[in-house]
């Protein structure tokens, strides 16, 4: 287990509880997949030549290929499905690999991500070294080319490429290998291949309430066999129906395509618990709402309701680094509602209402631009007096954004110029 502390918070990355670890490999729930090797003409088909014009414009970046261990972010421009979920954003890795989670944190490698080949690369030993990219609109394609190992360099250049499709679908396609992965040292850096994906739940300790902890929870990984990874291979990955594609609980509990589903009706979604939504599955309780559920339960609670109980969206803003990340951005809450919590009233009573809130809103009003004027009188007239820029402090129970400290084993995202960037301090393993 690695724990990491965090000003304000932490962030721990292990595996489920025994009694709720879902890490299949190789399971084919998510995925099913496909090697080629030399010989087939698969192979050929699946790499997508840079230096077509027709497959797009293709841009070099040039911090990436300039640098090592470094991360920058990507839009996509159209809507990637991942494990179900779908994607409009994804972080290029100069180690040969794309990170897919929405917290960009300095343990890239662990959790959430599309690896062609996962490695100790530096673009910065040579001048020939590019990570380059393009997106048509229907297929993103990030090639890794001529990429030499650090500490390896005399054994060769690397040129791979990973390709997102449209449809779900994932390609990893290799022209140069130069030697097998097996003999590619994970000391400083982890090997892999293959696909993995996470979902974070936020807790509080038992004996600090105030300080909240988010456990990142691995629940699926797909592991390619390095053996096979080669010179002209290629490994392609089709996605398979999940739960949260279906949008009603008739198509959620009857579905041929998916199994184990449940349908929360609250959240109006389909799942089987074990995704990233996970958070607001708990939060909601909706492994109890579901069990022995029918949809006619909810058909009939509606009706005799009199109105509908699905949900009404109300968007509020906080401060919430769980959406973000490293950067102080305001993300939209979602307040639910059913129908038992609607009221009405006369037109009459509503009128009443409507008038008392409008002079409630003046008097309101006109008592905070007096107080404003008396303010200003009182500092005008006593100089001395601190600045009133110290009557209005951040409170110091907000979480901090995020911000990578450049260490040997950890990543440091690229952002544009006025986004800082604070340190995550890794503890003692347990």
């Known amino acids: 287990m690695i724990h990491r502390a965090v000003l304000g918070g932490g962030l721990t990355i292990d595996p489920l509880p025994d009694n709720e670890t879902r890490i299949v490999e190789d399971s084919g729930k998510y ?42 972010r990507v839009a996509l421009s159209f809507d990637f499905p991942f494990y179900g979920h779908y994607l409009r954003q994804i972080t290029i890795a100069t180690g040969g690999f794309i990170f897919t989670g929405d917290i960009t944190h300095r343990m890239l490698t662990t959790t959430q991500y599309i690896a062609p080949l996962m490695a100790n690369f530096d673009p910065s030993y040579s001048k020939e070294s590019t990570v380059q990219y393009l997106d048509n609109g229907e297929v993103f394609v990030v090639q890794w080319e001529q990429v030499r190992l650090l500490g390896k360099e005399s054994e060769g250049a690397f040129t791979f490429q990973a390709a997102l499709y449209k449809t779900g679908a994932v390609t990893f ?13 994970s000391a400083e850096h982890p090997v892999k291949v293959g696909l993995s994906d996470a979902f974070m739940v936020v807790s509080s300790s038992s004996q600090t309430p105030d300080v909240q902890r988010t456990k990142i929870y ?48 609250v959240l109006q979604r389909c799942s089987d618990g074990m995704d990233r939504h996970r958070q607001e599955w708990l939060d909601y ?7 022995d559920a029918t949809c006619e339960d909810y058909t009939r609670d509606d009706s005799s309701t009199g109105s509908s109980v699905t949900p009404e969206i109300v968007d509020t803003t906080a401060l919430t680094p769980l959406r973000k990340g490293c950067r102080d951005d305001d993300t939209k809450h979602h307040i639910f509602k059913t129908g038992n919590d609607v009221k009405t009233d006369s037109p009459t009573k509503s009128q009443g209402l409507a008038n008392t809130g409008v002079i409630a809103g003046i008097a309101a009003a006109l008592v ?10 009182y500092i005008n007239c006593h100089p001395a007096v601190a600045s009133p820029l110290y009557l209005i402090q951040r409170r110091k129970n907000y979480w901090p954004s995020l911000k990578f400290q450049k260490q040997q084993s950890g990543y440091t995202e690229v952002e544009e110029e006025g986004h800082e960037k604070d340190s995550i301090v890794e503890a003692e393993p347990c």
């Open 285 to 291: 309780a909706c492994s109890e709402e579901s069990k």
């Open 368 to 377: 905070l631009v007096l107080a404003l004027i008396l303010l200003a009188l």
């Open 218 to 265: 691995e629940y699926h990984r797909v592991e390619i066999d390095t053996a096979k990874i080669t010179n002209y291979s290629a490994v392609e990955f089709t996605a398979l129906p999940t739960c949260l594609q279906h949008d009603s609980c008739e198509l959620c509990l009857t579905s041929n395509q998916t199994s184990g589903c449940s349908w929360c009706h």
């Open 31 to 72: 995925y099913t997949w496909r090697s080629f090797g030399p010989e087939d003409q698969r192979t050929q088909e699946l790499w997508v030549d840079m230096n077509d014009l027709r497959h797009g414009q293709v841009r070099v970046h040039g911090i990436l290929s300039n640098s090592y261990k470094q991360a920058v």
């Open 173 to 185: 396609s290799y022209r140069d290998i130069p030697l097998p992965l097996d003999m590619i040292s």
